[in-house]
């Protein structure tokens, strides 16, 4: 089990950066999967970022703004999005797993709203 703490939402302007964290209770270490996913209202929860053995993948709304990484020592997963636009406005939330056949772990969520 882990427990996992998102935090860095908030409201910022169009074209304003912020810098999301999940802080997780326990090593990450083991955890070879590592994503973001978003929920605006209204509308099912997509993967924006993950992080994996195979590499690195980001939807295309996001890809060139965005930056997912991972601080091992901190045990600490980031999401790092600038030059925001209002259609990025959603609740985040981290994901982590050790296997896609395994279990995985969500955060509580972390409201981000971007204005015009």
């Known amino acids: 089990q882990v427990q996992l703490v998102e935090s860095g939402g908030g409201l910022v302007q169009a074209g304003g950066s912020l810098r999301l964290s999940c802080a997780a209770s326990?090593?990450?270490?083991?955890?070879?999967?590592m994503g973001w996913y978003r929920q605006a209202a209204g509308k099912q929860r997509e993967l924006v970022a993950r992080?994996?053995?195979?590499?690195?993948y980001y939807v295309d709304s996001v890809k060139g703004r965005f930056t997912i990484s991972r601080d091992n020592a901190k045990n600490t997963m980031y999401l790092q999005m600038s030059s925001l636009k209002p259609e990025d406005t959603a609740v985040y939330y981290c994901?982590?797993?050790?296997?896609?056949?395994?279990?995985?772990?969500w955060g509580q969520g972390t409201q981000v709203t971007v204005s015009s």
């Open positions: 992080i994996s053995r195979g590499g690195t």
């Open positions: 326990r090593s990450i270490f083991s955890f070879t999967i």
């Open positions: 994901n982590l797993a050790e296997s896609y056949s395994g279990p995985n772990y």
